[in-house]
Structure formats: structure tokens, C-alpha cells
């Protein structure tokens, strides 16, 4: 895993995905995010889960705006410490492996909004 650390911490937008975005993972991804992710995010990952803690919005995660950080670092340090400053995302470091989480970022990329190009 390649980071920038400053003062020991690692900076999680710096962070790379060593996980391939392959078929595989990205089919694994989807089976762990219909398992953990759904019930808050919705089955098709646009934050309409029935799950959801009150007064909370999931985001969807189809579109182009990611308000807690863009790249896979951000977006897999989100779902491995969960989302503060309520944690009404929790951490699910303890639920799946790096590997696994990894592989839901591939799965989320897979099926977020591409930039346009010009």
C-alpha cells in the first residue's frame, strides 16, 4: 500500500488500492455490500435504505459527489473507521478484511457516475 504519512498518520486520500479491479472482486464487492451496505445505502447504492438511522441521508454513491472524500484511500477509510461525527456509518473493520473492503471500493467505482469528458 502506497501512503504519505506526516507525523505517523496516514493520509487517506494519498492511500492506493492494491486490490485489481477484476470481475471477481468486483462481483465480491457487490456480494459484501448487499450484505453490510444495503440496508442503509439501498440495493442499488442510492442511499434510500430502509435501514437508515433516523434523520440520517446515506449517500448515494451512483452520482459524482462524494461529500467524506473521492479517492479509494477516502472511500475505504470510510468503510473501515466509519463516518463520524455521529458514526451513523460505523466501522466495518470488524465485519470485513482490507481485502474485502478493497474489493467493495472496486465494486462502488464499478457503478458510481463517470466525470464527463470534455
Not at 486520500?13 to 459484501?32: D, I
Not at 467493495?104 to 457503478?111: A, D, F, G, P, T
Request: net charge negative; aromatic share 6%.
Amino acid at each position: 500500500m502506497v501512503a504519505i504519512t506526516l507525523a505517523g498518520m496516514v493520509l487517506a486520500s494519498e492511500v492506493t488500492n492494491p486490490v485489481p479491479s477484476t470481475a471477481k472482486s468486483v462481483e465480491t464487492g457487490r456480494q459484501l455490500f448487499q450484505k453490510y451496505c444495503k440496508g442503509c445505502h439501498g440495493a442499488d447504492a442510492m442511499g434510500d435504505g430502509p435501514l437508515a438511522p433516523k434523520n440520517a441521508h446515506p449517500p448515494n454513491l451512483t452520482d459524482s459527489e462524494w461529500k467524506y472524500g473521492a479517492t479509494d484511500g477516502d472511500i475505504f477509510t470510510n468503510i473501515h473507521n466509519g463516518v463520524d461525527p455521529k458514526f451513523d456509518m460505523p466501522s466495518m473493520k470488524s465485519r470485513m478484511t482490507d481485502v474485502e473492503i478493497w474489493s467493495v471500493v472496486n465494486y462502488l467505482r464499478s457503478i458510481a457516475a463517470k466525470p464527463d469528458s470534455p
